[in-house]
């Protein structure tokens, strides 16, 4: 761009000086026209800066979720391919369910059994109620006839203790239902979690994205570490693009400001985004937690830029970008705009120029 100005400039010079020779050729007027141009090209450079600032480093990241596996087992399938797309849902790999499997068979027949338990119990409570009112009655009879002496002492005595033992069976059915609740709920729970254990043989993709280091192979033990992930999996649903810039460019940036970036995977192509958000932190600034005192060393540290989230707009939203993919870009402030125009032609003449390979083999 400044080429171009200068051309333009130039053009003028010759026009008027040498064409039409409107004013004289001398030191004077020569000095103006090596000046002028200098002092306007360093205006022009230092308020775009400041209105449209340029980036010259900016990054394409992506979540990377490590894949542990939930259970621990023999991997016997693994249906996807390194470095192809992957849907949301799709199978990642396999483990073998068998254990699994008899785990839940198992579970559910020690529920059964506890239901049966409990249904006997119950069963045998409900038995027992008539025959304990039966009893209690025929105590109240022979109570009353022995008060009277019309009765037997010994039939009543009988008649006490088979109430005594209808309770004593009742307590012990209730105990026994008292219990079996209390196991089926524990099983209840182990059915859930062997259920839950034979789910986790299959691990599903937990977003769009694609597999980069898979060296996962069917008859490979995994294990569930969270520190031994099985393989790395690189979301693409929702990248994150940094530009980096020094503090005191971002003074006018604010979020929603249009910005342009090119990358150097698409060659020419000028990617459209506005600004998210200022991410106002850097390593620099983290206090430790610790009793030491800050260690202040002799040269300073070189200081880190800020990084300033972009969102991809209109038809380049759903353009893939590689994660570390790297480019250049500016943001354009709502402070003289007119500036606007010479950053989006460095913009655009810069992002030509990626169509060349600076290589000599």
Request: hydrophobic content about 45%; charged content about 20%.
């Amino acid at each position: 761009m400044e080429l171009i100005l200068l051309g333009i400039y130039s053009f003028f010079v010759w026009f008027i000086f040498f064409k039409k020779k409107w004013l004289p050729w001398n030191i004077t007027s020569q000095v103006i026209v090596v000046t002028i141009p200098v002092i306007a090209l360093a205006c022009i450079i230092l308020f775009m800066n400041i209105v449209a600032p340029s980036a010259s480093e900016v990054r394409a990241q992506n979540y990377v979720i490590p894949i542990v596996p939930r259970v621990t087992g023999q991997v016997t399938e693994v249906p996807i391919e390194p470095n192809r797309p992957i849907k949301k849902g799709d199978v990642l790999f396999k483990i073998d369910p068998v254990p699994f499997e008899a785990a839940v068979k198992a579970a559910e027949s020690t529920l059964r059994g506890l239901g049966d338990q409990l249904n006997n119990a119950a069963a045998k409570k409900a038995a027992l109620g008539p025959r304990i009112d039966l009893a209690k009655k025929r105590v109240e009879q022979f109570t009353a006839l022995a008060s009277t002496g019309a009765g037997k002492r010994a039939d009543l005595e009988q008649a006490q203790s088979d109430l005594g033992n209808l309770e004593g069976e009742f307590l012990a059915a209730d105990a026994t239902e008292s219990q079996a609740k209390a196991q089926i709920a524990k099983a209840e729970a182990d059915l859930l979690s062997a259920k839950y254990d034979l789910d986790g043989t299959t691990h599903i993709a937990p977003a769009n994205g694609r597999v980069a280091n898979l060296a996962l192979r069917p008859g490979v033990r995994s294990t569930q570490f969270a520190t031994r992930p099985v393989m790395s999996f690189i979301e693409e649903d929702d990248p994150w693009v940094l530009a980096f810039y020094r503090q005191n460019e971002l003074r006018y940036v604010e979020a929603g400001n249009e910005a342009e970036i090119f990358m150097e995977m698409y060659p020419g192509r000028i990617i459209k985004c506005k600004v998210d958000s200022i991410l106002w932190a850097t390593a620099q600034g983290q206090m430790p937690i610790s009793g030491d005192l800050p260690n202040t060393a002799p040269i300073a540290t070189p200081e880190q830029r800020i990084a300033v989230r972009l969102l991809l707009e209109g038809k380049d939203k759903a353009l893939f970008l590689a994660a570390g993919a790297r480019g250049h870009g500016a943001i354009y402030t709502e402070h003289v705009k007119f500036l606007h125009i010479i950053r989006k032609v460095f913009v655009r003449v810069s992002a030509k120029l990626d169509w060349f390979v600076a290589k000599l083999h």
